[in-house]
């Protein structure tokens, strides 16, 4: 039936009888994230435009004729498994994803560390989550704002409660700010957890900056802006040692 998932792993979505391989994921992420670039995702929303141009998208590319509902219940199928890695490695020390292997990585001792303050973690050890980084994209900033307008409901909650009591204006102003900075620091947290995105600019100055030679400077321009995590793992290093990882990944991707 039309073109066929690159792997064998795939997940039934019993509810509209489609089965969704890897490949169509990564199929369904692309259509997203080109629909959030052109602004048809405002303010966190998806607009009635984007879902017609993903179905139409999705339609053309595997073959199949897919509705909204399709994409809706595949949609939040992915949220939700991204939600429990998100919430479960956020703001932790020692792991990191791996594009390769899909996992999140850490050392041994580090993994024991986790799994002994919460043992659910030990299923994500050998479970893979593909498309992290294209699910962070989407994903990611509706954590930060689910996380804002809950505090901005305890807020206007606090607010109304200021109007009926007539006492204790004192204590409730206390209240007020304590929320307040559990707030800022709450975002603060959600912003730093999200791996810092480069520009194009930003890559090809430091490429200039660190001396690459001229004949290789395109070249090495364009194998970094392919991947981020290769241009997170670029600017990762001091800036004195960046030359020397560049040509090795360069060298070692040739080889490979």
């Not at 997203?32 to 303010?43: F, H, I, S, V, Y």
């Not at 899909?102 to 973690?121: D, G, M, P, R, S």
Request: charged share 30%; with cysteine.
């Amino acid at each position: 039936m039309g073109k066929k998932a690159k792997n064998k792993e795939s997940i039934d979505d019993k509810a509209n009888s489609v089965k969704w391989s890897t490949y169509w994921d990564e199929v369904l992420l692309d259509a997203l994230l080109e629909e959030q670039m052109k602004g048809n995702r405002p303010d966190g929303t998806w607009s009635t435009t984007a879902y017609t141009n993903v179905v139409k998208t999705l339609t053309q590319k595997l073959e199949f004729p897919f509705l909204k509902d399709h994409v809706k219940n595949r949609m939040k199928t992915l949220k939700k498994n991204f939600n429990t890695c998100y919430e479960l490695f956020k703001g932790m020390s020692g792991f990191a994803w791996n594009p390769e292997t899909q996992l999140f990585e850490a050392e041994n001792e580090v993994w024991k560390e986790l799994i002994q303050a919460n043992a659910a973690a030990a299923t994500w050890r050998h479970t893979r989550i593909c498309h992290y980084d294209k699910l962070f994209e989407l994903f990611a900033k509706d954590r930060a704002t689910d996380k804002k307008r809950k505090a901005d409901l305890m807020i206007d909650v606090l607010e109304k409660q200021i109007e009926v009591v007539n006492s204790g204006i004192a204590s409730v102003a206390d209240a007020i700010r304590e929320g307040n900075i559990i707030v800022e620091r709450g975002i603060a947290i959600a912003a730093q957890s999200r791996p810092r995105c480069y520009s194009e600019d930003e890559v090809f100055s430091e490429i200039l900056n660190i001396g690459v030679p001229e004949h290789l400077q395109l070249d090495a321009f364009l194998f970094l802006i392919k991947s981020q995590p290769k241009v997170r793992a670029f600017f990762g290093v001091p800036s004195d040692r960046r030359l020397e990882l560049l040509m090795k990944m360069m060298y070692e991707s040739r080889d490979a």
